[in-house]
Each structure stands twice: as structure tokens, then as C-alpha cells.
């Protein structure tokens, strides 16, 4: 099956620092989403980015479908950024999610 | 528009017992997905259920099965619990004209 990989699992930042998450996939995708786990295990939906770039506040995303990557930026982070971001993708008809292994973000005040 | 709910929210068993998990998607979406996330093994696939027919399955052993109703809302079921069951089971819905799915907030399970 489709293999998803994040990068960093780990990242710790200070707030008001910029970062950057990866998401490597080894197969061409139909949809691709980004999601921030909050404290209480629920799925927060960030971005669904099968292409393109798209941005909401200080998040934007940009995936490059040919390449087989995805980038989540974090700009100005704040301590409510914390908690851990999944990259998941769809690679065939249907809606079965394969979900990274996730970046966890500790934003320091 | 209220969101994905699941309910119960937290429940206890014990080996051996059986457990049912409820999922009501958001208004209009026909299709629902299970997902089991656990320390170990991170977060998998269960099954998809689109219009109460099953449509995709995961490699999960056949103690686990579910069914969708005709108002979309669905069920999941584990049969002879293992402690290996305790986990986080979320549920997601996806509507007409986009492949997004949103999840609920999650059923913690622990087998004791």
C-alpha cells in the first residue's frame, strides 16, 4: 500500500517562530488533507490540498502532486499551535485515509 | 450544521465482552469511515460504509464489523475484546461534491 511519511516527529519552537512540516508520499494521490490533533484526540481539519497552495491565517499549505511531497507552514507560532499535525492521503476511489505518522509541535512561550 | 458526533464518549471493558461504537455523520454526507489510532500503530484505516454498503475495508481481523443505517448514521462493532483493542476509535464523514472528511471528537475504549 501507500507509504506516508512526516518529518520532523518531533519540533520544539519558541513562540513567534516560523516552521515548516513535511509530508512525503510514495504514490501518486487523489486527495491529500492536513489535520491538528487537539489535547482531546479530535481531528481538527486544517487543509484538504490535493494541489496547489492554499493559506488560513498563519497556516498555508503548498503540495506538489508530480513530486509526491506536502508542506505545512507554521508562521509567528503560537503555544495553541501545539499538539500533533497528521498528514493523510487518499491515493484510489473512496474515501480510505493512510495517515503519516505526524510532526508533534511543543511551542515554548 | 452540527458536526460528526460519536457516542459514548469514554467506556471501560472487559476481555472478552463485546462493545458498539455509534457515528452520526453531518447532515447530507452518505459516506462515514472508522479509523483506530493507538500508540503503537498510529492511526488505520477500519472500514468505509457509503450508502449501508460497505465500500472499503482494512486489514483488521473480522471481530471488527460494522453496518451504516438508511438515515447514514453507523455502527461499529468488536466482538471478544483483547486488551489490544484499547484505543481511540474516530469516525469521519464525507459529503456530495468533496472528497474532505471531517472526524468526530472520538470513542476512548479501554479493555481491562
Known amino acids: 500500500g501507500i507509504q506516508v511519511e512526516q518529518s520532523p516527529p518531533d519540533l520544539i519552537l519558541q513562540e513567534g517562530a516560523n516552521s515548516t512540516l513535511r509530508c512525503n508520499f510514495s504514490?501518486?494521490?487523489?486527495?491529500l488533507q492536513w489535520f491538528h490533533q487537539n489535547p482531546w484526540g479530535q481531528l481538527i481539519n486544517l487543509f484538504y490540498i490535493p494541489s496547489g497552495t492554499k493559506q488560513n491565517g498563519r497556516l498555508s499549505a503548498t503540495t506538489v502532486a508530480t513530486e509526491r511531497y506536502s508542506l505545512l507552514y507554521i508562521s509567528s507560532s503560537q503555544t495553541t499551535d501545539s499538539g500533533v499535525y497528521f498528514c493523510?492521503?487518499?491515493?484510489?476511489?473512496?474515501?480510505?485515509?493512510?495517515f503519516g505518522g505526524g510532526t508533534r509541535v511543543l511551542v515554548k512561550p | 450544521k452540527a458536526g460528526v458526533t460519536q457516542t459514548p464518549r469514554y467506556l471501560i471493558k472487559t476481555r472478552g465482552q463485546q462493545v458498539t461504537l455509534s457515528c452520526s455523520p453531518i447532515?447530507?454526507?452518505?459516506?462515514v469511515s472508522w479509523y483506530q489510532q493507538t500508540p503503537g500503530q498510529g492511526l488505520q484505516f477500519l472500514f468505509e460504509?457509503?450508502?449501508?454498503?460497505?465500500?472499503n475495508k482494512g486489514n483488521f481481523p473480522g471481530r471488527f464489523s460494522g453496518r451504516q443505517f438508511s438515515n447514514s448514521r453507523s455502527e461499529m462493532n468488536v466482538s471478544t475484546l483483547e486488551l489490544g483493542d484499547s484505543a481511540l476509535y474516530l469516525c469521519?464523514?464525507?459529503?456530495?461534491?468533496?472528497?474532505?472528511?471531517?472526524f468526530g471528537p472520538g470513542t476512548r475504549l479501554t479493555v481491562t
Open positions: 504514490d501518486s494521490v487523489n486527495n
Open positions: 493523510a492521503v487518499v491515493k484510489a476511489a473512496g474515501n480510505k485515509l493512510t
Open positions: 469521519a464523514s464525507s459529503g456530495p461534491g468533496t472528497a474532505e472528511q471531517y
Open positions: 447532515s447530507g454526507h452518505r459516506s
Open positions: 460504509y457509503f450508502s449501508e454498503t460497505q465500500r
